[in-house]
């Protein structure tokens, strides 16, 4: 992978997004910093209550009630998409950033076949003749390993989940984007097709430079396929890297717990461990760094700040103790004692 | 106790769709034959579609089979007298994909459990069922119990919730806990501690558990020291000791789902090779195709694949295979990448 | 309770309906008996507006028109809650048979439904009520119930049909736990917050339709009826010539409609008391 650095075509800087509920004021997204750069394939790993999903929506402005972004910016190519005309902000979607939504399977009007959808999305943004639209939606099918001519033609409901996806994935590419937002696009697929899947979006970044932003809860996934990965717990981004650096040198003891809780399919499972304690309740935060509970590093100091973010060349990571994780995991400290039970 | 707990004998499960001259028939289950031995661990493994949650179904007694028989300690359960299928029905517990459909919603905790401990008589005198029903959730660690006692089903996570449902299963002592996809509504950080305290179960309390997944390295994790059916389109395909079948997997079908299994290391994952399937569609089940079901998309099929069904045949060690070209299939070893058009 | 108490207050909507639906409890159980309706004639007294003396004013001979809605109360919530219980428990035997059993009995039972659906109810209740004298609440609470329990035995059914495949009865069956069981502690359990929301909605309806025959004079039954009371302001006092007298036209009119918004009001609230899962 090339070193060197350019600048990123999409910056997200203190986002904020706040649900306003009867129960309270619920902050899904809190301070988030992010960093998409030109061609690149960034994994934000995340589990139930992350916010990852809400901050796809945060990045391209389409928060719906009751939730609303609260605070920061996202730059994109030096204009802030958060306060875009409304006009301009629909050029910007779709044109410029393609969101592939979770469960995008039912995100197809169920009475219009698949061509007339492209051309309706494509027209939509610019005047392209119908013919040169279908010529290129028929090149993405093919991309996605699906036969333009048995699936252009089709009504949805007469393709499988899986093509469904697929298609899905074709149509975000028409209008040939540079960002591609992907919120959980394996999930209702089969391992087998999951896989391809994978190794397609591979190739279309290959083909097309697109970058892509795979939002996932299963770390697992992102290893093959990500170049660097984001890992984001109760609204916040608690460390980010290289994949190779988040996999072998874990620097927040909640990515590290992740890595130790995937069970695998090949390998040793005697270090395997799940992580301790319950997923966060966002009305209910704790004090201070918001994994403390069920960190096996946590002191005092924990429970009463929130950790700052410290930068390297590659990365960041938001914990008191980063350097003892570092000590733990190279054996050169014993491990610390496990919280106890299951709140 | 001689013999398995639990024998499914040739069972095949029909579904009809449709209504009169539209009726088309699903065979979800195909000549399936299953013992599961007290105490045992077995991962039932396959894709959606495959049939394994019907046999699960099967295994608990809510679906009737077709054809062939299913015998509960040697007895067929749809013949039992009331008293021993009311026997059979305690032994025999089930626990569901969706912990939150599996609870009812207007019911709180302990009044959702006191129901079976009340049926069968399980409270003993002097005791309130209040703290038996405390007890089974502390057993599950939910603690402390009085915590949860009260509480309804949509105030937990998904975690605590198939956790209590597990404690509703223990509280009736079964032999046997079909557990159909326990994890997979779970967040993948916790999914190891179900697993950890299911195996507890299996060793304190001698529960068997056929352990139904699409996710083999749960699978894996769960059923390391027990056996392993692969299931493909309502019939088995491969089935052994786990750790055997997972380092010899002889049936493509395996071979290819083991292959495109993600792997939580970079370096690993990414110098895996997928085995190359001719087609990524499952087939429609209501019109499988002739001979062995998998052909249309396996790399190595031949002319003999499209017309005869294969048999399961045993490959030694307790393995069986059920592939016509077993002998000749070359070991796919996803870091090696040999193409598949070799055959020896 | 105190979880319902504390709903209520916080939905100032559903506040105002349980106030309103406690006074005209408190209004047709203790009201006759602090009341004195008096009957006497007296012509002078005619169509008097409101005052100290009569808070509603006086009808056509005089008889304070207050007292007569206080008495009246009593019969037209009693017919209109009773209706209620017999078209819920119709409803929910019929819907509840067809949902479980299923089969033929399923499909013979809808058929009825069906059909009853169709008929217009308030003109065969008429009909009905022309053809046979109703002399007291219960039987005139039949009446209104025969028409009425169609749409509810549907949803039950429909509703009982969705929970039979739940998961949650699925793992009812495989405890072994009794049919009986499985019907009353876990299915009901599930309808009654529907059941207890239409109870107020069909007693709404009740009294529109019982209020209706009423007026119209087929069931003469109370004279300080509301519906009575309303037939004879209208068909037989002159009242709507008489522009004084609309304190004694509308006074039945106005009680039905605050009756009306108190019910619409509480059932607000009352879906958050009876589905825990709507609570916060």
């Known amino acids: 992978m090339s070193e060197t650095k350019h600048e990123p075509i999409l910056r997200a800087r203190d986002l904020t997004v706040e649900f306003v509920l009867r129960q309270g004021t619920l902050r899904a997204v809190e301070g ?40 920061g910016q996202v730059l994109y190519k030096g204009k802030d998409v958060l306060r875009l005309e409304p006009e301009a902000l629909r050029q910007f979607r779709w044109k410029e950033v393609a969101m592939v939504f979770q469960a995008a399977q039912n995100a197809l009007n169920p009475v219009m076949r698949v061509e007339d959808q492209m051309v309706d999305t494509v027209q939509d943004h610019e005047q392209k003749p119908r013919a040169e639209v279908l010529g290129r939606a028929a090149e993405l099918l093919k991309l996605v390993r699906l036969t333009p001519e048995r699936v252009l033609k089709a009504y949805p409901h007469e393709l499988s989940g899986g093509m469904r996806q697929r298609v899905i994935l074709a149509l975000s590419l028409l209008l040939n984007p540079r960002i591609l937002l992907l919120d959980e696009p394996t999930t209702a697929l089969d391992v087998v097709t999951q896989a391809y899947l994978l190794d397609i979006l591979l190739e279309i970044r290959q083909k097309f430079g697109v970058a892509m932003v795979f939002m996932t809860h299963d770390i697992s996934i992102v290893a093959k396929v990500a170049e660097r990965v984001a890992v984001m717990y109760a609204g916040r981004i608690v460390e980010s890297g290289p994949v190779e650096e988040i996999f072998y040198r874990p620097r927040h003891p909640y990515t590290w717990g992740l890595i130790q809780a995937a069970p695998s399919l090949v390998g040793d499972l005697s270090g395997k461990r799940p992580v301790q304690g319950s997923p966060p309740d966002l009305f209910h935060l704790p004090p201070g760094c918001r994994f403390h509970p069920r960190c096996a590093f946590a002191s005092e100091r924990c429970r009463q700040a929130e950790p700052d973010r410290e930068e390297f060349s590659d ?8 350097q003892e994780v570092a000590a733990v995991r190279e054996g050169r400290v014993p491990a610390p004692a496990t919280t106890e039970g299951c709140r | 106790m001689n013999g398995p707990l639990i024998s499914m004998q040739n069972i095949s499960i029909c579904f009809q769709k449709g209504i009169f001259r539209r009726r088309t028939e699903v065979r979800a289950v195909d000549s399936v034959s299953l013992d599961i031995a007290p105490g045992e661990i077995v991962a039932l493994v396959g894709e959606s579609g495959c049939g394994k949650t019907t046999i699960g179904k099967a295994l608990a007694g809510l679906h009737r089979p077709t054809e062939g028989k299913v015998l509960y300690q040697g007895q067929d359960i749809w013949k039992l007298g009331r008293q021993a299928f009311s026997e059979y029905r305690r032994d025999v517990q089930l626990v569901h994909q969706d912990s939150f459909a599996a609870l009812n919603p207007v019911l709180t905790i ?79 950080s916790l999914r190891l501690a179900l697993l950890n305290l299911m195996a507890r179960m299996n060793r304190d309390m001698g529960v068997a558990f056929a352990y139904i997944t699409h ?56 110098a895996r090779k997928m085995l190359p399937l001719r087609s990524l569609e499952m087939p429609d089940p209501t019109n499988p195709p002739p001979g062995c079901r998998f052909h249309p998309r396996c790399p190595y099929a031949e002319g003999l694949c499209g017309e005869t069904v294969p048999g399961l045949q045993p490959e030694g060690n307790g393995c069986m295979v059920a592939c016509h070209l077993k002998e000749r299939i070359p070991l796919w070893t996803p870091c090696s990448g040999v193409s598949p058009s070799r055959l020896a | 309770m105190k979880t319902s108490w504390r709903i209520l ?9 349980f106030f309103i639906l406690v006074g005209f409890l408190v209004m047709a159980t203790i009201g006759p008996e602090v009341i004195t309706l008096n009957l006497e004639q007296s012509f002078a007294d005619r169509f008097l507006p409101p005052s100290g003396a009569h808070i509603l004013g006086t009808d056509y001979v005089g008889r304070d028109v207050f007292a007569q809605i206080v008495h009246g109360s009593r019969d ?39 059909v009853l659906l169709t008929v217009p109810g308030f003109p065969m209740m008429l009909i009905v009520a022309s053809m046979f004298r109703v002399t007291d609440p219960v039987s005139y609470a039949l009446l209104l119930s025969i028409w009425s329990w169609g749409g509810l035995a549907r949803t039950v059914r429909s509703q009982i049909l969705s929970l039979k495949k739940r998961e949650f009865i699925e793992a009812a069956r495989v405890l072994g736990l009794t049919s ?65 007298a609309i304190y004694y036209l509308l006074s039945p009119v106005v009680a039905i409609c605050l009756f009306q918004l108190g019910g619409i009001y509480f059932t607000h609230g009352l879906d958050e008391i009876m589905n825990p899962r709507l609570r916060s």
């Open chain 1, 315 to 322: 990365g960041m990571v938001a914990c008191h103790h980063w």
């Open chain 2, 215 to 270: 996710d083999l390295a749960t699978a894996r994790y769960l059923a390391g020291k027990g056996r392993i059916v692969v299931m493909y389109l309502g019939g088995m395909v491969e089935l052994g000791p786990l750790g055997d079948v997972l380092e010899r997997p002889r049936h493509p079908y395996l071979q290819a789902l083991l292959s495109a299994v993600p792997v939580p290391d970079p370096l690993l994952a990414r």
């Open chain 2, 110 to 188: 302990v009044q959702s459990l006191s129901a079976p401990l009340q049926r069968y008589g399980l409270v003993p005198a002097g005791r309130t069922v209040r703290s038996v029903v405390g007890e089974y959730l502390e057993m599950v660690e939910l603690t402390p119990a009085d915590q949860f006692l009260d509480k309804y089903p949509h105030q937990l996570s998904g975690g605590q919730r198939q956790r209590v449902i597990l404690a509703r299963a223990l509280s009736v002592k079964p032999k046997l806990i079909i557990a159909d996809e326990p994890v997979s509504m779970v967040d993948v």
């Open chain 1, 32 to 71: 988030v910093h992010l960093d998409v750069f030109p061609g690149e394939l960034l994994a934000v790993v995340g589990e139930s209550g992350s916010g990852k999903s809400t901050m796809a929506y945060g990045l391209i402005n389409m928060v719906s009630s009751p939730g609303r972004v609260s605070g």
């Open chain 3, 9 to 17: 207050r916080r939905n100032p909507r559903a506040l105002i309906g």
């Open chain 3, 76 to 114: 037209v919530l009693t017919v209109a809650a009773l209706a209620a219980v017999i078209t819920i428990f119709i409803g929910v035997v019929v819907g509840a048979v067809s949902g479980l059993v299923g089969g033929v009995t399923d499909t013979v039972l809808m058929m009825v439904v069906n």
């Open chain 3, 180 to 244: 009986g069981h499985i019907i009353f502690k876990q299915l009901l359990p599930n309808i009654t917050p529907y059941l207890a929301i239409n109870f107020i909605s069909i007693m709404r309806h009740a009294i529109t339709s019982s209020v209706g025959i009423m007026m119209l004079g087929l069931v003469p039954f109370s004279a300080s009826n509301w519906g009575m009371m309303l037939n004879l302001a209208v068909f037989q006092s002159g009242a709507i010539y008489t522009p004084n």
